[in-house]
Structures are given as structure tokens and as C-alpha cells.
């Protein structure tokens, strides 16, 4: 008697009136009693009332597999394919890509390739012309720029500045940048770090860049000398298959420019910095024939005559 009660007076509540009722001024609530939770003790003095579902009664929703053979192997007939049915083509029997379209994908995605060249007509140095800029660590890092110039580094010295609270420790660095087909330049450049130092005259050399006249056997068209500050250079042709004697910063501008049979002395100061600009010097003061023979106004056999 008092679990029924209890879950009939569970089931009632008062409801209040709709927004839209006439009567505003009633104040209803609703009140909802949870109902009770029975002990096990009820169970056990009520088992008439909570009889548990029996496999073989009928309001329950069980499905007994009772004849089949869990070891039996059961075979799957797939169903017949319509008349008007049409297989794909498999991927590998389609048409095979050109190099140039997958480049042209590939670029699509991940933009252009590494090695610089772009098949879609999209700007390699979009951030930069000379230097390209990336991030890593926190720290800008540059890559060298692919213009066709190969960079030797000549010299890298520490330089100290001194100032009132002591000394300012910085780099200074030596390059000489060339394509080896007859451009060439020295550069220097200072820094806190070696390889901003650098970074900083490989661009400076590429900014001094001048053209070394040479003939077809990959020399000198004339003797020549140059000086800057106390170094002095003397650059001398050579035969074929000489090969480039000189040392020091005057054989890597000379190898840097293309230059394979020459002969070439540093009779000054063995600074490098010096005697590279002194070769630099000693280059541009050489003309090719062609140029003299122009000059003057008469063709180029009656040169040596």
C-alpha cells in the first residue's frame, strides 16, 4: 500500500496555466516528485510484482539462435550485376603524366620547387631578389640565392671596437662571388655573427661585379698589373693546359671569374683583401682586341703588324 501511494502521489503535479490564459493573476507551480527508489528488502517481500522476463515468454524480444553451428563456415553470394553495368577503368590503365604536369601539380600544392625553376609563372623570390628569408628557431635564417653565382669565402677576421664601456667584438668577411663564365666580384662585409658576415659581403660582391675579358683558350688577352693600397698583382696569359698558378685571394678570383690557364704573383702586401681588389684592378684594365682594334679605327689583322 505505501509503494502504491507513493507512486501515485509521484505522478500527480499541478500545472500552470498557459501566458495567454485569462486568469494572470493565478500563481501555480509544478512540483515533480522523483519516485522512490525500492530497497531489496521490498524485492524480497514483493517478488510477485518484479518477476523477470523469462526467455520463453512472449513480450520479450530475444532471438535464440538454437540450430545454427557456430563452426559452420557460411558463404556469401554476392547479388548479380545489372545488365547495363560498366566497370572502371583501373588507375594504373589511364594515360601516363608528362614530367612537366606533375611539376605543374606539385607547384600547385606546395608552390615551386626547390631547385628554382617554376612551370606555373610564379615569382621563386617573392620575398627577396638577392636573399631569401626563413624562420627557424626563433632566428632569421638566409639561403643563398640562386642566381647562377657560386660564393668563396677568402677571410673571416674578428675586428674589435673600442668604446667607452670597452670593446665591440665583431666579424668581418671576405668574398669573392663568380659564375665562372667571366663575371666576378669581391665583397666584405661585418657582423656580430660569421655567417651574417657572411651573408652581408656576398651581397656586397654582387653588387661590384665586373666582366674579366678572356680569349677562347680561357686566358688573358694581354699581360697586366694592378694595384690597391701596398699589394700589388701581376697577371700574365698562359698556354693551354697551363692551368692557373697563382695563390692566395688572386687564384680564387681568377678560378671564380673562369679563368683556367693563366699566371699570376702577388708582389706587394699579403693582405687578401688588398691584393683580391688589385686583381680586380689588373682585370679591368685589360680590353679584348676586337675593342683596340675599334678604337682605332682599322681592322683587327693590322694589329700586329
Same mark, same amino acid.
Do not use: C
Given at each position: 500500500?505505501?509503494?502504491?501511494?507513493?507512486?501515485?502521489?509521484?505522478?500527480?503535479?499541478?500545472?500552470?496555466?498557459?501566458?495567454?490564459?485569462?486568469?494572470?493573476?493565478?500563481?501555480?507551480?509544478?512540483? %515533480?516528485? !522523483?519516485? !522512490?527508489?525500492?530497497?531489496?528488502?521490498?524485492?524480497?517481500?514483493?517478488?510477485? $510484482? %518484479?518477476?523477470?522476463? $523469462?526467455?520463453?515468454?512472449?513480450?520479450?524480444?530475444?532471438?535464440?539462435?538454437? @540450430?545454427?553451428?557456430?563452426?559452420?563456415?557460411?558463404?556469401?553470394?554476392?547479388?548479380?550485376?545489372?545488365?547495363?553495368?560498366?566497370?572502371?577503368?583501373?588507375?594504373?590503365?589511364?594515360?601516363? +603524366?608528362?614530367? =612537366? =604536369?606533375?611539376? $605543374? #601539380?606539385?607547384?600547385?600544392?606546395?608552390?615551386?620547387?626547390?631547385?628554382?625553376?617554376?612551370?606555373?609563372? @610564379?615569382?621563386?623570390?617573392?620575398?627577396?631578389? /638577392?636573399?631569401?628569408?626563413?624562420?627557424? %628557431?626563433?632566428?632569421?635564417?638566409?639561403?643563398? &640565392?640562386?642566381?647562377?653565382?657560386?660564393?668563396?669565402?677568402?677571410?673571416?677576421?674578428?675586428?674589435?671596437?673600442?668604446? /667607452?664601456?670597452?670593446?665591440?667584438?665583431?666579424?668581418?668577411?671576405?668574398?669573392?662571388?663568380?659564375?665562372?663564365? *667571366?663575371?666576378?666580384?669581391?665583397g666584405v662585409?661585418?657582423?656580430?655573427?660569421?655567417?651574417? &658576415?657572411?651573408?652581408?659581403?656576398?651581397?656586397? &660582391?654582387?653588387? @661590384?661585379?665586373?666582366?674579366?675579358?678572356?680569349?677562347?683558350?680561357?686566358?688573358?688577352p694581354h699581360?697586366?698589373?694592378?694595384?690597391?693600397? #701596398?699589394?700589388?698583382?701581376?697577371?700574365?696569359? #698562359?698556354?693551354? *693546359?697551363?692551368?692557373?698558378?697563382?695563390?692566395?685571394?688572386?687564384?680564387?678570383?681568377?678560378?671564380?671569374?673562369?679563368?683556367?690557364?693563366?699566371?699570376?704573383?702577388?708582389?706587394?702586401?699579403?693582405?687578401?683583401?688588398?691584393?683580391?681588389?688589385?686583381?680586380?684592378?689588373?682585370?679591368?684594365?685589360m680590353r679584348? %682586341?676586337?675593342?683596340?682594334?675599334? +678604337?682605332?679605327?682599322?681592322?683587327?689583322?693590322?694589329?700586329? $703588324?
Amino acid at each position: 500500500m505505501a509503494a502504491s501511494s507513493l507512486s501515485t502521489f509521484s505522478s500527480l503535479s499541478l500545472r500552470s496555466p498557459s501566458r495567454f490564459s485569462p486568469f494572470q493573476s493565478q500563481t501555480h507551480h509544478t512540483f %515533480f516528485i !522523483p519516485k !522512490p527508489i525500492l530497497s531489496p528488502l521490498y524485492l524480497l517481500l514483493n517478488p510477485t $510484482k %518484479f518477476d523477470p522476463i $523469462k526467455p520463453n515468454s512472449t513480450t520479450a524480444e530475444t532471438t535464440f539462435f538454437d @540450430n545454427t553451428d557456430p563452426e559452420e563456415i557460411s558463404t556469401y553470394d554476392p547479388p548479380e550485376r545489372p545488365e547495363d553495368f560498366i566497370e572502371p577503368a583501373s588507375f594504373d590503365d589511364g594515360p601516363m +603524366e608528362s614530367e =612537366e =604536369e606533375i611539376a $605543374k #601539380a606539385y607547384e600547385e600544392l606546395y608552390g615551386a620547387a626547390y631547385s628554382g625553376e617554376t612551370f606555373l609563372g @610564379n615569382d621563386i623570390y617573392a620575398m627577396d631578389s /638577392k636573399v631569401k628569408k626563413t624562420t627557424s %628557431f626563433g632566428k632569421t635564417k638566409k639561403e643563398k &640565392a640562386k642566381d647562377g653565382f657560386d660564393e668563396r669565402v677568402v677571410q673571416v677576421r674578428r675586428v674589435t671596437k673600442v668604446v /667607452k664601456g670597452g670593446k665591440q667584438l665583431h666579424f668581418r668577411a671576405v668574398v669573392v662571388v663568380g659564375d665562372k663564365k *667571366g663575371q666576378v666580384g669581391v665583397g666584405v662585409g661585418k657582423a656580430k655573427e660569421v655567417i651574417a &658576415a657572411v651573408q652581408k659581403s656576398a651581397v656586397n &660582391a654582387r653588387r @661590384n661585379l665586373i666582366t674579366v675579358p678572356m680569349t677562347k683558350y680561357l686566358t688573358f688577352p694581354h699581360r697586366s698589373e694592378g694595384d690597391f693600397g #701596398a699589394a700589388r698583382v701581376m697577371l700574365r696569359p #698562359a698556354a693551354p *693546359g697551363t692551368g692557373v698558378i697563382a695563390g692566395g685571394a688572386v687564384r680564387i678570383v681568377l678560378e671564380m671569374a673562369g679563368v683556367e690557364n693563366a699566371l699570376g704573383k702577388q708582389l706587394g702586401s699579403n693582405n687578401a683583401l688588398n691584393n683580391a681588389r688589385a686583381t680586380v684592378v689588373a682585370v679591368q684594365q685589360m680590353r679584348q %682586341f676586337s675593342e683596340v682594334a675599334q +678604337e682605332r679605327g682599322i681592322p683587327m689583322e693590322e694589329l700586329w $703588324k
